[in-house]
Nanobody, 126 residues
């Protein structure tokens, strides 16, 4: 059974950077399209990025495009989210999740994801 553990969050100043990690156990991440979603205080969950099997396809929400980069390390069974130029509105708990829709066709639709971990908190504040 796939289990995901996110890490790498923290307190960072505006315009700072972090690299979030999502490490899997129980299954091989390379078999799945994977995504990251977040939930900020008082906000709905938002899928912000996904990466397909074989790393062929990546998608980004408009809110993070140009600032966030998703990647995958097969050898480490880990998916990453590099987050740059952070803004206070990026404050949220970030989760990685498995996409259960058609392989290699990941979308930013939240209902197509499962198996997310406990999340890692990112706080952007001066």
């Amino acid at each position: 059974q796939l289990q995901l553990v996110e890490s790498g969050g923290g307190l960072v100043q505006p315009r700072g950077s972090l690299r979030l990690s999502c490490t899997a156990s129980g299954s091989t991440l390379d078999n799945y399209d994977m995504g990251w979603f977040r939930q900020g205080p008082g906000k709905e969950r938002e899928v912000i990025s996904c990466i397909s099997t074989g790393n062929i396809r990546t998608l980004y929400a408009d809110s993070v495009k140009g600032r966030f980069t998703i990647s995958r390390d097969i050898a480490k069974n880990t998916v990453y989210l590099q987050i740059n130029s952070l803004k206070p509105e990026d404050t949220a708990i970030y989760h990685c999740a498995r996409y259960w829709g058609p392989s290699s066709l990941c979308t930013l639709q939240l209902g197509r994801y499962d198996s997310w971990g406990q999340g890692t908190r990112v706080t952007v504040s001066p």
